[in-house]
C-alpha cells in the first residue's frame, strides 16, 4: 500500500517544480514560446477546423485554409498599423519642430524651479547622449538577438500550429493514456473546459481590439486630436498585455499627441478619452464578452504578467493569462492541487470558517 507523502513535503515539491518549470522556459524560451502560442493558437482555430471537416472537406486542406484564414486577420492587422504609420514619416519635419518647442518649454520651466541653467542643461543631456551612444554595441547585438528569435518564432509557429491540428487525435490520446482508467470522462471535460476558455479568451481578444481602435480612434477624431487612429491602433494591440499594455498605451498616446501639437491641452484630451474608454471596456464591454469564463484575480494575474515578461519576455506577457486560465481548470479538477485553484481563482472564501473550531458552538 502506498503511503501518502506527508503535507509539507508535497509543497515543497510543488515549489521545486515550479522552479525547475521557470528554469526550463528560460533555457529553451527561443523553442518553447512559439509551441505554446502555436498550442493555443491551435486550439482557438479548432471551430474553424472542424466546420470545414463537417463540410466534407479533407483533414489537410482544412487544416491549411483555417491557417490561411488566420493569416489574412494578422494580415489585415499589420496593415492597418503600417499605414496609420505612414503620416509619421511626411510629417517628421513637423514633429521634430514641435518636439523641440516641448523641450525648450521644459528647459525654461525647470530653470525657474530649479538653479540648473540652460547651458547646464545642454550639457547634462550630451553627457547622457555620449553614455547612450558608447553603448550602442551593446543596444546593437540585443537588437540582432531579438531579430534572430523574431526570425525563429515566424518559422517555428506556424510548422507547431500545423502539426498540431494534424496531431490533435494522437495527443488527445496520448493524455487519455497518461492516467490511470476510469478517468477518461473527467479528463475530457478538462480537455473541452480548456478549449472553451483558450477559444473564448482569443475571440474576446479579436473582438477587443476591434471596439478599442474604433471607440478610441473615433472619439479623438471628433475632438480633432493629430495621428487619432495611430493612437487607438497602437493602444487596442498593446492593451492586449494584460495591465502593462495600457500603461505603455497611455504614454505612447501622449508622446505621440506632443509630438504633433504645440497645445498641451490635446494631452490631457487623450488621457480623459483613453481612461474612458478603458472605464467601458473594463466595466462593461469585456466582462459581457468574456463573461465568467476567465477568473484569475488580479493580484495573480498582474504578477504572473510579470514573471511571463521576466522569463520570456512580450511572449510570455501575452501568454501569462490564458496559461493561468488553463492551470486553474487544471487544478480545479485535481484533487492534490485545489489549492492552488483557490489560490488562482477570483472567488473570496469566507475566512472566518476557516478560523472557526471543529468543537466551537453555533452563536445563538
Do not use: C
Not at 191 to 213: A, C, D, N, R
Not at 246 to 265: D, E, K
Amino acid at each position: 500500500m502506498i503511503q501518502k507523502l506527508p503535507l509539507t513535503v508535497k509543497r515543497s515539491i510543488e515549489l521545486l517544480g515550479l522552479v525547475l518549470l521557470a528554469f526550463v522556459i528560460v533555457q529553451l524560451q527561443d523553442i518553447l514560446m512559439p509551441l505554446l502560442m502555436a498550442l493555443v493558437t491551435s486550439v482557438a482555430l479548432l471551430p474553424v477546423y472542424r466546420y470545414l471537416v463537417r463540410k466534407k472537406i479533407p483533414s489537410s486542406i482544412s487544416i491549411f485554409l483555417t491557417m490561411f484564414l488566420m493569416l489574412i486577420v494578422l494580415t489585415v492587422i499589420t496593415f492597418l498599423i503600417i499605414s496609420q504609420l505612414r503620416p509619421l514619416v511626411y510629417d517628421f519635419t513637423e514633429i521634430k519642430e514641435n518636439i523641440i518647442n516641448h523641450i525648450n518649454v521644459i528647459s525654461v520651466w525647470f530653470s525657474e524651479k530649479t538653479s540648473i541653467s540652460g547651458a547646464q542643461q545642454t550639457e547634462l543631456i550630451q553627457n547622457q547622449a555620449s553614455n547612450i551612444l558608447d553603448s550602442a554595441g551593446e543596444y546593437l547585438s540585443n537588437a540582432m538577438g531579438s531579430i534572430s528569435t523574431l526570425l525563429i518564432f515566424l518559422g517555428l509557429f506556424p510548422i507547431y500550429t500545423f502539426l498540431i491540428l494534424y496531431y490533435r487525435s494522437t495527443l488527445r490520446k496520448f493524455l487519455l493514456m497518461s492516467f490511470q482508467k476510469g478517468n477518461e470522462l473527467q479528463i475530457s471535460e478538462t480537455l473541452k473546459s480548456i478549449e472553451s476558455i483558450i477559444h473564448s479568451y482569443i475571440v474576446g481578444l479579436l473582438i477587443q481590439f476591434t471596439y478599442m481602435t474604433i471607440l478610441l480612434g473615433g472619439a479623438l477624431l471628433i475632438f480633432g486630436i493629430d495621428h487619432a487612429l495611430l493612437i487607438g491602433v497602437i493602444f487596442a494591440l498593446l492593451n492586449l498585455i494584460p495591465y502593462v499594455g495600457a500603461f505603455i498605451g497611455n504614454i505612447i498616446g501622449v508622446l505621440l499627441t506632443l509630438s504633433a501639437s504645440t497645445n498641451l491641452s490635446s494631452v490631457f484630451i487623450v488621457l480623459i478619452i483613453i481612461s474612458a474608454v478603458q472605464f467601458l471596456d473594463n466595466n462593461i464591454l469585456m466582462p459581457s464578452i468574456l463573461g465568467s469564463k476567465i477568473r484569475i484575480n488580479a493580484l495573480v494575474s498582474l504578477f504572473g504578467v510579470f514573471v511571463g515578461g521576466a522569463l520570456a519576455g512580450i511572449g510570455g506577457m501575452f501568454l501569462s493569462l490564458p496559461l493561468m486560465a488553463v492551470f486553474k481548470v487544471i487544478f480545479d479538477h485535481t484533487e492534490e492541487f485545489k489549492n492552488w485553484g483557490v489560490l488562482l481563482g477570483d472567488v473570496q472564501p469566507a475566512t472566518n470558517r476557516f478560523l472557526k473550531r471543529k468543537d466551537q458552538e453555533p452563536s445563538m
